[in-house]
């Protein structure tokens, strides 16, 4: 079997009123669609989280070019050559055997993103050709897989507090989890939307606090302290993005609330520092950003020789897979609530998993069993 084509489809929905992180304004819920086609008729699908869209949709076009003919089966050799163009290698500058000269390094987030989308396109192939799921095809068992759903994002000219009752919504819809945005005001503002939100939820329901890197060390060593008594199941991305492993070690001795993060590291070598090093618990790779399932997998398997646990960040119907292949460290997937929160998830397939009393079911389809709605993709193309 051959690769014939690879194609992009960049679908972008705008969001009715624009929202915050800590970090970043969003006005658009967008996924780009990767196809890859074969000679022997099969076709796989990825999806890539990422932007500039433009950028990336161009870089799968560059290696399209480059895996056009390779076994689309082999899906490490596809993957390590398209790996292997960020680096030096001999004659490299000048261009060899047909491939480009090093990539830039101020790309290497597109890039790998790029890579991330076919390489997921690839694996879902792999499970059409084996005539079964991706899970099965890892050893996997078919079970439902734990899912929280994530809210309280900041919309401007709403109530402080607002984040309380949607969280407590996402609880009457039958979750058992539930993380909030925290991070974009004052610290004692922050503190009140907790304790508001904890109070709306019950005792009960688990409570994570996606922090977007918000907090230097000493401030989030003080925050963390405050937080404790709405026993907190996880502190995610709680530092700001140039501090490292150390400063995760450092924030970990001063607080009981395990430290999530890792969702926006490139490469699993990056995730094996904070794991052995930063004290970090629940690993959040996503497939969808950098790197592909091939990489996720790796993440997986170290994850689970270092005792801690696996927690993707969103594209369930991707990752739950990843977690049904790894149940010994898998703690679950992220989910978003209802069709306004998430229009992706709901508008983008016509088959797709269920989410039903807090966790994913996933359809016992080959590959990734998800079939897309080309209609919604036209409808909303970018």
Known sequence: MKI????TYPVSVPQTRPRFSAHELTTAFAVIITEVHTD??????????GR?????????ARFAEIVIGMDPLEHGHVWGRLFGL???RPGGVRGSLGLPPPLPRGKRAEILAAIGGIDIALWDIKGKAAGMPVYKLLGGTKRPVFTYATGGHYV???????CAEELASFISMGYRAVKLKVGGETMAEEIERVRATRNAIGKEPMLMLDMNAAYDLNDCINFAAAVEPYDITWLEEPLHWYLQPPDFARLAAHTKIPLAHCERELTRFSVRDFITTGEVYFVQFDSTRHGGFTESLRVATLAEQFGVRVAP????????HLCMAFPSVSFGVETNGGPEHDPLWYGLYKRRPLVKDGHVEVEDAPGFGL???WDFVRQHRA
């Open 52 to 60: 500039p869209m433009q950028d990336i949709c161009g870089w799968v």
């Open 313 to 320: 960040h969103q594209a369930p119907e991707l990752h739950s």
């Open 371 to 373: 079939e897309i709605d």
């Open 86 to 88: 960020m680096s030096p």
């Open 156 to 162: 401007e000219g709403a109530a402080l507090c607002a």
């Open 4 to 7: 014939t084509s690879i194609n």
């Open 40 to 49: 022997e008729g099969l076709v796989g699908y990825g999806q890539i989280h």
